[in-house]
């Protein structure tokens, strides 16, 4: 029996190649969330900026959770910045090598270098989502920075906290395996980054885009 594998398997590949969408996930009720993968394939741009400001600020490695095509760990190395892409799609990751950045193929929750010591993690274009079980991936993100580290974490736009069945789904109908994803609003995550060690420090809008970034505590001797 072949098995495949979300974002391994799917049309999320051939457009990662391309650069071109269109791309959605398709929802088991029918609904359908759209993927920018064009904008994820361009030069950082818009919103992204009020990213990569923030992690210029804090001179720290960063590390890129679900860097997808590399755009933004790119724009970190340009800037002087450290940068690690992660990602479970080795197309994702060839293309960010491509563009002269440093990336490797695990998932979030595989072993990864460096745990616990990074300054800052990414967490941008929907990779809240990631696993279908928010709770478990900021926690895991929580052990992957440093105590005083932040997390940068792109929300919805509106207030929802849900956790949803889907697949992606390319421009000519063309499925890939069901998946468990998640969608949280800035509040949503504030309240359940709590649990996980890490404070709401600052929700900014920019481009039409939200965000809020978490900070992990530091032990008290």
Do not use: Y
């Not at 457009?15 to 394939?41: M, S």
């Not at 340009?78 to 080795?90: E, I, K, N, S, T």
């Not at 990074?118 to 809240?128: K, Q, R, S, V």
């Not at 509040?187 to 404070?199: E, F, I, N």
């Amino acid at each position: 029996m072949t098995v495949t594998a979300a974002w391994v398997d799917d049309p999320f590949v051939e457009a990662v190649v391309t650069g071109r969408g269109p791309l959605w996930l398709r929802r088991a009720d029918g609904g359908r969330i759209h993927l920018d993968i064009e904008r994820w394939c361009r030069p950082a741009a818009g919103a992204d900026h009020s990213l990569l400001r923030r992690c210029a600020r804090l001179a720290t490695p960063v590390l890129d959770l679900g860097c997808g095509p590399g755009r933004l760990v790119a724009a970190l190395l340009a800037l002087g910045v450290p940068a690690l892409g992660v990602d479970l799609a080795g197309a994702a990751v060839e293309r960010t090598r491509g563009l002269g950045a440093a990336a490797i193929c695990r998932s979030v929750f595989d072993r990864l270098p460096a745990e616990g010591r990074w300054g800052a993690a990414l967490l941008a274009d929907g990779n809240l989502g990631i696993g279908g079980d928010p709770d478990a991936l900021l926690r895991r993100c929580a052990e992957l920075i440093a105590p005083g580290g932040l997390l940068l974490v792109e929300v919805e736009r509106r207030e929802v906290d849900e956790r949803v069945r889907v697949r992606v789904e390319g421009p000519g109908g063309q499925l890939g395996p069901p998946f468990a994803w998640a969608r949280l609003g800035a509040d949503a995550t504030a309240r359940r980054a709590r649990s996980a060690g890490l404070t709401d420090v600052e929700q900014w809008t920019s481009h039409g885009r939200c965000f809020v970034a978490l900070r992990k505590s530091v032990p008290i001797n």
